[in-house]
C-alpha cells in the first residue's frame, strides 16, 4: 500500500528504536578493542566528552522546545572495521583521541535522531511557559551551533556515518544528503570557514601531480 | 528508489581526512 508521510515517520522511528535497543549504550566489544589498542585509552574522555556535550545538548534543545525535554541517547558508533582493512593498522590513537572527531559523530548521531523524530514538527513556533517565543527551528545546521562545530569537519563524517550505519532509513540517507549538499552549497563557504586556511596551505605546498590534459 | 552517492574513494577514509598534518 502507498505510505503516507505519517506511515514513514512512524517506520523511521519504529527503526531508529530497533537501531538503538540492538546497539546499546555502551561502546561495542569491538570498539573496545580498539581503544586498548591506541597509544592513549580514549575511554575516559569519550565518556566526559558524551556526557558535557549530553548536557549542552539538553540545555540548548530544553530552550528550544520547552521544557519537554528528551532523554539523550549515548551511543558513538565505531565504523572503524573498513578503516582496519583499509589502512591495515589497528592503533587509532590520534584519531580516536581527537575531540573534534568524537563532537561531528554526536553532532550527526542527534541530527538522525531529530530528523527521525523531529521532521517538520521542530519548524513549528512555539512559546515557552512564560508565554515568550523561542527558538523553534532546530533543523540543520541548529547542531552546529549548539557544538560550535565548523560545518567542514561535520562533512567529514557523513559519508562514513552512513558506511556505518546500513540500517538507516531512506528518509534520513536523504536527510542526511541534503546537510551534505547544504554545507557543500553555501555553509563550507562561509567567511570562518578553516576551507580557506587549507587551500592555502595546499596552494603553498604546490601542485601535487600534473592536472590531467584535457581530453580531445 | 534512492540511493547515496559514496564520494570517497577506495584509498580515502575517515582518518585521513581528521589527520591534519
Not at chain 1, 539538553?58 to 583499509?86: W, Y
Not at chain 1, 572527531?101 to 548521531?109: E, I, K, N, Q, V
Amino acid at each position: 500500500p502507498p505510505q503516507t508521510p505519517v506511515r514513514a515517520a512512524m517506520n523511521s522511528i519504529a527503526q531508529l528504536r530497533v537501531d538503538l535497543i540492538t546497539s546499546g549504550d555502551q561502546p561495542s566489544s569491538n570498539l573496545a578493542v580498539y581503544f586498548k589498542n591506541c597509544t592513549v585509552d580514549p575511554t575516559e574522555e569519550v565518556l566526559q566528552r558524551v556526557e558535557s556535550l549530553g548536557l549542552l545538548f539538553s540545555q540548548r534543545f530544553g530552550q528550544a522546545v520547552g521544557p519537554r525535554c528528551v532523554g539523550l541517547g549515548k551511543q558513538v558508533p565505531p565504523g572503524l572495521n573498513t578503516e582496519e582493512k583499509r589502512l591495515s593498522v589497528q592503533n587509532f590513537s590520534k584519531l580516536l583521541n581527537d575531540s573534534t572527531f568524537h563532537t561531528s559523530l554526536l553532532a550527526c548521531a542527534l541530527e538522525v535522531v531529530m530528523a527521525t523524530y523531529g521532521g517538520s514538527t521542530f519548524k513549528n513556533g512555539g512559546y515557552s511557559n512564560g508565554g515568550v517565543p523561542v527558538e523553534t527551528d532546530l533543523c540543520f545546521p541548529w547542531i552546529l551551533d549548539v557544538f560550535q562545530l565548523t560545518a567542514f569537519d561535520f562533512y567529514k563524517v557523513i559519508e562514513s556515518f552512513i558506511k556505518a550505519e546500513p540500517s538507516l532509513s531512506k528518509d534520513i540517507v536523504k536527510h542526511l544528503e541534503r546537510c551534505e549538499h547544504l554545507i557543500m552549497e553555501t555553509i563550507a563557504w562561509r567567511e570562518d570557514s578553516p576551507l580557506f586556511e587549507l587551500l592555502k596551505r595546499t596552494r603553498e605546498e604546490g601542485p601535487v601531480e600534473q592536472a590531467e590534459p584535457p581530453a580531445t | 528508489s534512492h540511493s547515496y552517492h559514496f564520494g570517497l574513494e577506495e584509498h580515502e577514509g575517515i582518518t585521513e581526512l581528521f589527520d591534519s598534518d
